[in-house]
């Protein structure tokens, strides 16, 4: 129980960075090279998703640090089947841009 | 339940798969050199490290616990990472910028300054200049048709009026025929309402007749019938008619000559009145004349003449008297005779009549004896 609420802190703590990191790198998308913009927002999309994915994640630890019988299924249906390999997707699409560019 | 935790342990693999060949594609348009359009290349350096966590937990032989741990401890760690370098470079190149900025308010004749009021500030006062004056014709424009337009409604405000108070006028007049129309309406209700009872006795009317036209028509069967046999009696009954008529034309023709002796007999009365008054004016005209007769002789004469005259007349009268003494009589002798020829008649129709029902009575019995041979 104890190790789940740690788990939960940390992808909690693990968002909350990430969010705020997103929201840095889109302020400061504007400094950056007009040819690499496209790759920087397919790369910044991927780590929207990856944030959704800390999230979801955080919540079935955080569920789970209160009843162990909860299932998790559904969580990992949608983190792990879903928008895992879309945040990888999101990666690759980015360093495609890059390529051309 | 399985197939689905196996799809996502696939999934889970594939997903690594993929950000291995993210790393290596990064890590090779670094070594195409890349990364010399970035400011800051660090910064994909780790978003691409973001992968190496769900990589890492798919390694073989680890425990469940051991695999989420190190999946939350790596993304904390990287998010943080990632959080500290991109805001301490986001800070310094902010810094940076905000440095020239500054230096470009504190020097107003910087280059850079002067390029941008040229380029970009001056083309804009010009625009905005060019905008003025459109503006300025634009509300000059509008003021001009906003007067024009006042000018227009201030007629047609009048002219509105105008009609208005026609139309009051008419609506006035309407008012008072709509009143006469309802008056008129309420007239023709009632009416109405009459002629429905009348046409409702009329239809019971029509009813009785029919009922009536019914019997009728049974009654007419009947009296044709009677008539067919009547008929025979009448043609023998016909000829003694006629002359009962033409005696009643006689009697007729008596009455009339008895209505002008009545006339005459009146006239004649009335001149007896007068020649009456006359002779008693002539008395007192001779008790007149006695006394003054030694002064009126001629007078005498001529009175005495018209004595005779009178007495003519009065001879006249007297035959005339005695004619119609004569007519008088000839008159009464006939309307005797006419009453006794009346009774006569009286006593012949009795007669007929009597026969008549003989007739019937003896049809009657024809018939029965007929009915009795039939049955």
């Known amino acids: ?101 | 339940m399985v197939d689905i935790a196996l799809l996502i342990t696939i999934q889970k693999y594939v997903t690594a798969l993929l950000l291995l060949f993210v790393g290596v594609l990064w890590h090779r348009l670094k070594s195409q050199g890349i990364s010399n359009l970035f400011s800051q290349p660090r910064i994909i350096d780790f978003l691409v490290l973001l992968g190496l966590p769900f990589i890492l937990s798919t390694l073989p032989g680890l425990p469940n616990i051991v695999e989420t741990g190190i999946e939350a401890f790596g993304v904390l760690i990287t998010s943080i990472l990632l959080f500290a370098y991109t805001y301490r470079s986001f800070q310094t190149v902010d810094e940076e910028r905000k440095g020239e900025l500054r230096e470009l308010v504190e020097q107003p004749r910087h280059p850079i300054a002067l390029e941008f009021a040229r380029k970009i500030v001056e083309p804009e006062i010009n625009l905005i200049k060019r905008e003025r004056r459109k503006l300025s014709h634009f509300e000059k424009e509008v003021d001009e048709r906003l007067k024009n337009k006042e000018d227009e409604v201030e007629a047609k405000v009048k002219q509105f009026n105008a009609k208005m108070d026609k139309i009051l006028e008419q609506e006035k007049k309407l008012k008072e025929e709509i009143q006469k129309h309802e008056d008129k309406i309420k007239e023709f209700a009632k009416e109405k309402k009459l002629f429905q009872q009348e046409k409702e006795q009329v239809e019971d009317l029509r009813e009785e007749i029919d009922v009536l036209n019914s019997q009728l028509r049974k009654r007419k069967e009947n009296v044709k019938k009677q008539k067919e046999k009547l008929k025979g009696k009448i043609s023998e009954f016909g000829e003694e008619k006629r002359n009962v008529e033409k005696n009643l034309q006689e009697i007729a023709t008596f009455t009339k000559k008895k209505e002008n002796l009545q006339k005459h007999e009146d006239i004649l009365k009335n001149r007896e009145k007068q020649l009456k008054e006359k002779e008693a004016n002539l008395k007192k005209q001779s008790v007149l004349l006695s006394d003054k007769d030694d002064e009126f002789d001629e007078e005498k004469n001529e009175l005495a003449a018209q004595r005779k005259k009178l007495d003519q007349e009065w001879s006249k009268i007297d035959v005339q008297a005695a004619k119609y003494n004569e007519k008088r009589t000839e008159l009464l002798v006939l309307e005797n005779k006419l009453e006794d020829r009346k009774e006569e008649l009286q006593e012949w129709e009795n007669h007929l009549k009597k026969q008549q029902q003989k007739v019937e009575e003896e049809m009657g019995d024809i018939l029965k004896k007929r009915r009795e041979n039939g049955n």
């Open chain 1, 1 to 101: 129980m104890a190790i789940n609420l740690v788990i939960f802190a940390e992808y909690l703590i693990g968002f909350i960075f990430l969010a705020y990191s997103l929201i840095i790198l889109i302020k400061r998308i504007e400094y950056e090279n007009k040819r690499i913009m496209r790759g920087y927002y397919a790369l910044l999309s991927g780590i929207g998703v990856l944030s959704v994915i800390l999230l979801i994640k955080g919540i079935k630890f955080g569920l789970l640090s209160f009843n162990e019988m909860a299932s998790t299924l559904a969580f990992d249906f949608v983190s792990q089947l879903i928008l895992l390999p879309i945040f990888g997707i999101a990666l690759i699409v980015g360093m495609l841009f890059f390529q051309d560019a």
